[in-house]
């Protein structure tokens, strides 16, 4: 495709403006999330379907990862405005629905309509970071806007905590409508931006294989040792079927005119290794905030408020270390500004295995705190050192590769995550003794463990049966977090010390 022109330069005054309209559009996947996380417990109690709650998490990354690609692509033939503004509607839609969900199947139908919108609203508020300041500005700007992730995980879990304990969890969702509303006033005010359509040719056969490959994958994963047994004919029928359309799609898209996943992206060593480093940064996010609330709700017996923030301390951390970021890869480089948040990933995962039963809640805070700065280290430096290297044409391209990484390692964590769980608690209730058995309600389900609701009936012997079980599945996510910043940080050694500019991209 023939590269566009494009003509943004608006001056120090504008830019202002348009960074308060990112930061506002940013909020929307900001608050989203923090807040989401921390009323599962309670999503759980009142719909049910512990074994299908992944899913709430994983389709709305799930087509993200399938969209984010052509948002990028699109963005760079029409324009980044477009695109941010359509892409805030259709996030505003599915926030208003899944507010109004009445089961687990709506409210998973639903967040995956709020992962349309999404897709579009954090790499391209990304990009045009990328495009209206310099690379020494950059670090300081996504500092900015990954800021947003630090005051919506303050407000978004005290908020979500309250509403969740004295109101109703559909709230959480509500929260997002008022915030929207001002992202798009600012951005269709103040964001001015002209460009030159292109003809373009939508990849449809690659984002279908895309969608369904993973959808596939995830389905296996989830399943596999708690509906049907791993060695079955479902598991092999699934997982069998998410690979062959993985290997479909990576020969449709060598064919595409215009691949949804352009595979020259991760044909390139910088290109490869920064998606790389993204997919496990995704592992990582989203595992941590997927299930430490459940652990600090479910093993640690603390209120929805304190897991909240408990999970908050990381969103502080990354803005910060992001923000920083910038001082630290113009003096020492993108590699070795990578490679010490990867450590402190590392450091950080390793932390949280050693975390029993018991544990302190401030201890698990600062381990959250100390993840965050590792990765706000981790992802600023790659997302700005591939930005730096290709010209304004490729820059979405890139930047959405990179986020469309982050999304797919988003959404496989939670599959593999949500299946260790399940599978370990199904396991678990198999073999209770009798004696335990007796004690325990009729029927009790991991669902009514993480809510809590009938605990209060539960004699304590029986309890904490039931609460070292959900401990037994937490803590192997936990391990997953130690392999995962371990593998990180070897991965980022390979990256380059000095990247050189892409000029001859395919």
Do not use: C
Request: hydrophobic share 55%; glycine share 12%; no cysteine.
């Amino acid at each position: 495709m023939a590269s566009t022109e494009k003509t943004i330069a608006p001056g120090n005054h504008s830019r202002t403006y348009i960074m308060i309209g990112l930061m506002l559009a940013m909020g929307l996947a900001a608050m989203d999330g923090t807040i989401v996380a921390t009323a599962i417990p309670s999503i759980v109690h009142d719909l049910g379907g512990f074994s299908l709650f992944p899913w709430v998490f994983s389709v709305y990354l799930l087509v993200q990862a399938a969209l984010i690609p052509i948002y990028g692509k699109l963005a760079d033939v029409y324009g980044r405005k477009p695109m941010l503004m359509i892409g805030s509607i259709i996030f505003l839609l599915g926030s208003m629905l899944s507010g109004l969900s009445w089961n687990m199947v709506a409210l998973i139908v639903f967040r995956g309509v709020q992962g349309i919108g999404a897709a579009a609203i954090i790499p391209i508020a990304t990009t045009v970071v990328g495009d209206l300041f310099s690379l020494q500005e950059r670090a300081k700007m996504q500092g900015y806007l990954s800021s947003v992730w630090g005051v919506s995980a303050v407000v978004g879990p005290a908020i979500g905590g309250f509403l969740v304990q004295y109101a109703s969890w559909h709230w959480v969702f509500y929260i997002n409508v008022p915030i929207g509303i001002a992202a798009l006033l600012v951005i269709g005010y103040l964001f001015h931006e002209k460009v030159t359509p292109r003809r373009h040719v939508i990849d449809y056969w690659g984002s279908i294989l895309l969608m369904t490959s993973m959808g596939a994958l995830i389905l296996g994963l989830l399943e596999g040792g708690v509906d049907w047994a791993w060695a079955s004919w479902q598991s092999a029928a699934t997982l069998g079927g998410g690979i062959l359309l993985v290997l479909i799609l990576i020969l449709v898209e060598s064919r595409a005119q215009e691949p949804i996943v352009p595979l020259w992206v991760f044909g390139r060593r910088v290109l490869a290794i920064a998606n790389v480093s993204s997919l496990i940064v995704g592992i990582l996010s989203m595992g941590l905030s997927s299930f430490l609330p459940t652990y600090v709700q479910g093993v640690l017996r603390q209120s929805p408020l304190i897991a909240g923030f408990s999970l908050a301390t990381m969103s502080i951390g990354w803005p910060v270390a992001s923000a920083f970021s910038g001082k630290l890869y113009l003096r020492i480089g993108f590699r070795n500004t990578g490679l010490i948040g990867a450590v402190l990933v590392a450091l950080a995962g390793w932390g949280f295995s050693l975390l029993g039963m018991h544990s302190s809640v401030i201890v698990v805070a600062i381990l959250s705190l100390v993840m965050g700065a590792g990765l706000g280290l981790l992802s600023t430096s790659m997302v700005v050192a591939i930005q730096s290297i290709v010209g304004w044409n490729r820059r979405g391209v890139v930047t959405g590769s990179n986020m469309f990484s982050r999304m797919l390692g988003s959404t496989l964590g939670v599959a593999v995550f949500g299946s260790l769980v399940n599978a370990t608690l199904v396991g678990w209730f198999k073999k209770t003794p009798s004696a335990i058995r007796a004690l325990l309600p009729k029927g009790i389900t991991a669902s009514s463990i993480v809510s809590g609701s009938p605990t209060s009936r539960i004699p304590a012997r029986a309890m904490h049966y039931v609460e070292h079980g959900l401990y037994l599945g937490i803590h192997r996510i936990f391990l997953g977090l130690l392999i995962a910043g371990l593998l990180v940080t070897v991965v980022g050694l390979f990256f380059p010390a000095k990247p050189e500019t892409l000029e001859d991209l395919a």
